[in-house]
Every structure is written in C-alpha cells, then in structure tokens.
C-alpha cells in the first residue's frame, strides 16, 4: 500500500510539474505573439498614413471620372430594369391570351363532339332508363313474393292451429306448436306438398322441402336430446315430477336398455396388503404456505398433521403446568425460593423435559 501510494504522489507531482511547464510556456508564447501583433498593428499603422496622404495628393480629374461612370452605370441599370419588367409584362399577357385561346378551342371541341354524339347519348339514357325500370321491376316482384310467401304462411298457420284446435278441443301440445313456429320462421310450408314415403331415386323439388323439413325437425330433437331441454328438461322441484316418470316412451327406452346392456354384479376383491398407515413428511423454506397446505387437506381428507415446534411447545406448557402444580401443593410457610443454580430455564429451544430433580418437583422435606 506504502509503496502504491508513494507512486501515486510521484504521478500527481510529475502531473502537477507538466502542467506548470506547459502554462509558463503558453505564457511566453503568448507574450510572442503580443509582441508581434503590436509590431504588426503599428506597421499597418503606417502603411495606413502613407496610403492616405497619397491619396490625399492624388488629382480629382479621377474622382470626377469615377463620378461620370458611376452616373451611367446606374441609368444603364435604371434601363435594364424597366425592359425587364416591359418583358414580363408582355410574357404575362401572352400566357393569357394563350391559356383563353386553349379554353376557346376546348369549348368548340366539346361543342362539336357533343352534336356527334347526341344519339349516341340519347341512346343511352334510353338504356338506362330501360334497365332502372327493370331493376325496380325485379325489386317490386322480389318484395311481393317474399311478402305473398309470409302472409300464406301466416294463413297456414293460422288455419292449421284452427283445425287442430276444432279437431282436439283448444288443446295444443307445446311441442307440436314449436314444431310449426320453427317451420314458420325456417320459410317452410306447414302443409305436405308432396310424399316421400316410396322416395324415388331422383326426389322432386318438392319432395326435397318434404326432406328438408323432417332433417330440420330431426336435428332440432336430437340438439334437444343432447342439451337437456323441451322435453328431456328434468324437473328437480317435484310439480311435474310425476308426469315425467309415468312417460311411456322413455320407460320403453330405459327397459331396451335394460335389456340390451346387463351389467354384471361381481363382489369387489379382497385387497392383496394389509391395512397400513401411510406417512408422509412435507419439507419447505420459511413464509412459503406448508402449514396452509396442510391444514387445508386435514380439512378435505381428515388427516392428522405432526408438527415439531407444536410438538415442542405442547411438551413446554404441560412441564411449566406441572412445575406450577408443585409449587402449589408444597406448604407456604417455611417455603423458601431455590438458589439461581437449581432453577429451571425453560427455553423454546429445548427438545423436552430437563432431567427430574426430587428436590425441585417435590414437596420440600423439613
């Protein structure tokens, strides 16, 4: 360390020294330079007076000449100035006259391929009233059929729940009346319009609805089926329990069941160990949730948890009971406080019960 920060010391005095050395030099070579441009400053000084005096002497027939120049240049320049902004002016007025030429020979051009092309023109307002005639045409069928096709089904339904109603006595199952609405709001007729029953190898356009309309229907069972709604919903509450266990389709359904799949009674087998106990440690850093987790599965599955520091502190608090117990049973008078050497200290440290001392935990003998 000595020998370190003696070296250091000789670093910052040679530092020290250099910069001394080179500001004495900056000083001298700057004094160099005043000297210098004080020499230079005079000599120009000088040169300066010399300068004026000649001038001074020299005749005025050149100022005058110099004057006279100096006159014509400028009304050259006055001149030069005033053709340019001429020029200009005139570059401008034949840009105009230009540009309104150009719009002239455009508007006569338009002029005349309009007149040629007025049947042609005419010919196309022709079309095009044509075809917007035609479009709203097609838009006025394509609005009266989709209406015609809404108000017969409305009829159809209507008359359908009247003739069901006049032929059951106003009483419509709610599985019939899905049925229609869902073909209602599919599109699809209420009535057969045709028979699928002997389905031809090439169906007609109608015995495709037919087909549409029981796929349709099919499909909305089964989504029923799967999803526990309608008719397989399952009452908890006990009002229509009963309606639903007398149901005669779904009783024919559990009993083919029962008679398709026979589930073999088979007595579990005895278990090839014994009964033991199984044992099981949980290790951990500090603060990290062991006794939660522990606590939380003797709360799912009843199992007794063993921890050392409870351990330890149940041994503690039962050893200062019973060291509490003694003294209380011992005779008051006579009684007197054991030496500093033969008292107990009890610390959470301990593993268990110091060794027994007859002296300490029993009563005194006189």
């Not at 441009?37 to 000649?54: F, H």
């Not at 092309?117 to 010919?123: A, F, M």
Request: net charge neutral; aromatic share 4%.
């Amino acid at each position: 360390m000595t020998g370190n920060r003696e070296y250091m010391e000789n670093i910052r005095l040679r530092l020290e020294e250099d910069s001394t050395a080179r500001e004495q030099r900056e000083m001298r070579r700057r004094r160099a330079l005043v000297e210098q441009l004080r020499a230079q400053q005079t000599r120009q000084e000088e040169i300066r007076e010399q300068q004026m005096v000649k001038r001074l002497m020299r005749q005025t027939q050149q100022e005058k000449r110099i004057a006279v120049q100096l006159m014509q240049i400028k009304g050259q320049k006055e001149i030069l100035r005033q053709n340019r902004i001429f020029q200009e002016r005139l570059n401008q007025e034949r840009r105009l006259q230009d540009f309104q030429e150009a719009l002239d020979r455009e508007a006569v051009l338009l002029r005349v391929e309009r007149l040629e092309r007025s049947d042609e023109i005419h010919v196309e307002r022709q079309l095009h009233k044509r075809l917007a005639a035609e479009r709203a045409q097609a838009r006025y069928r394509k609005h009266f059929h989709i209406c015609r096709g809404i108000l017969g089904q409305i009829v159809d339904l209507s008359t359908k729940v009247g003739e069901y109603r006049l032929l059951t006595d106003n009483l419509i199952l709610m599985k019939v009346m899905k049925e229609w609405m869902e073909m209602f709001l599919s599109g699809n007729p209420l009535y057969e319009v045709a028979s699928v029953e002997p389905l031809p190898a090439e169906p007609t356009a109608e015995q495709i609805i037919e087909l549409q309309k029981l796929q349709m229907l099919n499909d909305r069972d089964y989504e029923q089926y799967v999803g526990m709604t309608g008719e397989w919903v399952w009452s908890e509450e006990g009002e229509d329990g009963a309606s639903r266990l007398n149901d005669d389709i779904l009783d024919h359904v559990v009993k083919r069941l029962k008679n398709m799949i026979q589930i073999p009674i088979s007595c579990s087998p005895s278990p090839v160990f014994p009964r033991f106990t199984i044992r099981a440690c949980v290790l951990g850093k500090t603060h990290t949730g062991k006794t939660s987790c522990l606590t939380t599965i003797t709360n799912v599955l009843g199992v007794r948890v063993l921890s050392a520091g409870a351990l330890i502190q149940d041994v503690l608090t039962a050893h200062q009971q019973e060291k509490q117990t003694s003294w209380e049973r011992s005779p008051a008078e006579g009684l007197e406080t054991p030496p500093r050497d033969q008292q107990e200290i009890s610390s959470p440290l301990n593993s268990g019960p110091p060794a027994h001392d007859p002296d300490a935990s029993g009563p005194v003998q006189e």
